[in-house]
């Protein structure tokens, strides 16, 4: 079982994002970010990978370009909650499931009212 963060808005639908490592962030880094809606750590994580391609020198290059995608790894859901609180959903439920849908299932199980916006 995998654990999931429940987002509510008024005027969408429910938003799961599972906690843990984000190996999307890790491999592609900020487009996985600006992929998710994540625009304000979308563009600081693509000017921080600028700035790292610019270091002289592949000795000091790829350890800082290693370390950020890790970084990025490491908290690339938090990132996504972050922007989603920033657009005004609220963190409503902690649900455990074995993936996103099975969560949103049991999340609209326990929650009926939500299946309106979740099928919109």
């Known amino acids: 079982m995998r654990i999931y963060t429940a987002h509510l808005h ?6 799961v994002v599972r906690e843990g490592f984000a190996w999307g ?3 592609l880094g900020p487009f996985w970010l ?33 370390a950020l995608a890790w970084a990025l790894g490491l908290w690339g859901n938090d990132l996504l909650r972050g922007a989603l609180a920033r657009r005004g959903y609220l ?3 902690v649900v455990a499931a074995a993936d996103a849908d099975a969560a949103l299932a049991r999340l609209l199980a326990r929650r009926p009212d939500l299946a309106e916006r979740a099928a919109a």
């Not at 008024?10 to 938003?15: I, L």
């Not at 750590?41 to 002289?56: H, K, N, Q, T």
Request: glycine fraction near 4%; charged fraction near 5%; proline fraction near 9%.
């Open 34 to 66: 600006l992929a998710q809606r994540a625009w304000i750590a979308g563009v600081l994580a693509l000017a921080a990978w600028f700035a790292v391609s610019a270091l002289p020198g592949a000795a000091l290059r790829l350890p800082c370009a290693l």
């Open 25 to 27: 962030a890790l491999i």
């Open 91 to 93: 963190l409503a439920h």
């Open 10 to 15: 008024q005027a969408a639908p429910p938003v």
